[in-house]
């Protein structure tokens, strides 16, 4: 071995290793580990070091009731998310019709955690990457008004979920059938002056990020989300991909598949036949980017941002877009309903079957399956969270990166590799059922 | 004055870490919009991951701990977190009582690694899921699942001025009368957890028309079995019902778990 690295040194070529042993500003813990030799990248894992809390265990002998509430606690920052597929896929099992109403109202409630999370992400854990930050926090000193305008934005999305969901994390209005109750339009209505200010500041955020230095990036994606013919996607419609798949919920199984990676707690999800591939801002944004509407497409317009974006660092702007989508949204959906009066839930007899359902959370496509016994207990939960179909994208990033970017210092590179990982916010305490950069020197 | 002496002073140190969790407890900090960068103002945030890549070396003045302690890595991670602590807080479910995943001690460990993994040999993971109490001396329990944002700023604020936290340690049940709510057990017949649940919530699941499922997890000297006997005579509640409200994110609080284990055939 040493005789080895002699040789190598006589050559005059370089190893190294890069070690991140706790990924900042993401959430969840994780690590990430390069070696290099000859300037080829050897080995590169992105390790979820993430304690296993075994949902899909605990789910079992419990009621399909429980469900909603649960798998919420997988993910505190996304628990509307696990909320909707939960409910959606036991509805669809269940045989129940959700009114146009109810959905309505999921539909907002959801914008709620899309506008939270991805301002949580774009403020307080992305931008400052951009700008060489610490946190948002010392971002704060020199951008005082960027920060302040990202917490009220971020505030705006937390009161939707407070004012329906009841508080902003781990919501209780949600459950199989529809909600415990509706709000008062009284308690609805106060929420438009917070978001009509929250979309104008959204606006100006985005001329802000726009103005931002991005890594010139590309790679060739395979990309996934739900598709819907009348509305950008979140809870309704089929899976499709840039390849062409076009399938159901139900399929999904069929066409995906969970590997279990030696050095991560988290399980690789992998579309068979394809490998890696890309869900959530930048997947959704690519396949159903005519569903935006008209002023979001007319802001992304004024900013000149591509059409199609395959650059990762720039998925800041989509998310931002679809912030200001989410808003618009909220507002529409509050200003034209009408149902204050109506049953918030609908009535079902239980049976035994096996049901599916997808929604897209922040971070992407976000996969739940269920059997129920006759009495209405789970006996089986699977459960597919978007860092985990991510992961091997990611990774594949990371050894473009690590690969192309000879010129950069170990310093420089851990730096780019950290940022490159933020592209997708992956959510850690999610996947595992996530992050460390380790480069090492030969 | 007391300004004064906090400008001259150091800024106490705060550290944030995470055991086994969903990141809830600690995201309540981020969702402070309001007053998170003012709180910047009285603390150092020496170490917080998902907020900031700056670490600040301990001791540390005041630490906060999220999560519960379910591998041997992290058993051992507690003590030397404890010894580079003055203050330790833990907040949520998980830190206080071991939170959902506790679960799996009334299980078998190795089943459950089944279930989810292909080669559970790949995981290490201790049979239990422990609340941060077991390990190491905690000097403050913040209940809640997740914690609410106010108590938080309220403990927050109270160990920096070295004071003892204004938290009620009463029931869900008092904050649901002081809201003037109907009472969904007596009204409607739904049974509710707030008699025995630790307050805080400030009785949202009644507000909502729902029973309390006990996420504060057991108040001040509780008695679980003198309620759920109450909801079998009088709501004709089945023990299979009983034992899930009783058995979720507090399953292994000690008033909580005696209780459900009676109802568990």
Known sequence: MSEEKEIKVKVGTKSRTIHVDYLARVEGEGSLYIRTNQNKVEELTLKIFEPPRFFEALLRGRSHTDAPDITSRICGICPVAYQMSAVCALEEGLGINIPEYIHQLRRLLYCGEWIESHTLHIFMLHAPDFLHYADMVQMSKEHPDIVNMGLRIKKAGNEIIKNLGGRQIHPINVKVGGFYKIPSEKELTSLIPILTEALRMCKQSMYWINTLTFPNFDRSYEYVSIYNDNEYPISRGRIVSSSGLNITAGEFLSHFEEQQVHYSTALHCMMKGKGAYLVGPMARYNLCRDKLSTSTLQLLDEIQFEKACTNPFRSIIIRMAEVYYAIEEAIRIISTFKDYSMSPSIEYKIKEMTCHAVTEAPRGLLFHKYQINSDGNITNANIIPPTSQNQRTIENDLYKIASDDKSLSDDQLRYKCEVAIRNYDPCISCSAHFLNLERKKM | ?265
């Open chain 2, 1 to 265: 004055m007391n300004k004064l002496s906090i400008i001259n002073k150091q800024l106490p140190k705060l550290a944030v870490f995470k055991f086994a969790s969903c990141d809830g407890c600690q995201l309540t900090l981020l969702d402070c919009e309001d007053e998170i960068l003012q709180l910047a103002k009285i603390v150092e945030i020496a170490h917080f991951p998902e907020a900031t890549k700056t670490h600040i070396e301990g001791p540390y003045d005041i630490t906060l701990i999220e999560g519960s302690i379910t591998t041997e890595h992290d058993k051992a991670l507690i003590q030397q977190i404890r010894a580079s602590s003055k203050k330790l807080i833990t907040i949520g479910a998980c830190a206080n009582a071991g939170g959902i995943q506790a679960l799996k001690n009334f299980a078998n460990i190795d089943s459950y690694k089944e279930i989810v993994y292909a080669r559970p040999e790949y995981i290490s993971t201790l049979a239990t899921s422990t609340p941060i109490s077991d390990h190491v001396h905690v000097d403050f329990e913040l209940q809640g699942c997740p914690i609410n944002k106010e108590q938080l700023l309220e403990v927050i604020n109270s160990f920096v001025l070295e004071k003892v936290p204004c938290i009620k340690s009463h029931s869900v049940c008092i904050e649901c009368k002081m809201k003037n709510n109907v009472c969904v057990s007596v009204a409607h017949g739904k049974p509710c957890l707030g008699p025995v649940t630790h307050a805080g919530c400030g009785a949202i699941c009644p507000s909502y028309n729902r029973g309390c499922y006990g996420c504060y997890g057991p108040k001040e000297t509780p008695d679980p079995s003198a309620l759920t006997s109450w909801w079998e005579k009088h709501l004709n509640t089945r023990k299979e019902t009983i034992k899930g409200l009783l058995s979720n994110f507090n399953c292994a609080a000690e008033a909580f778990k005696k209780t459900w284990k009676k109802y568990d055939e």
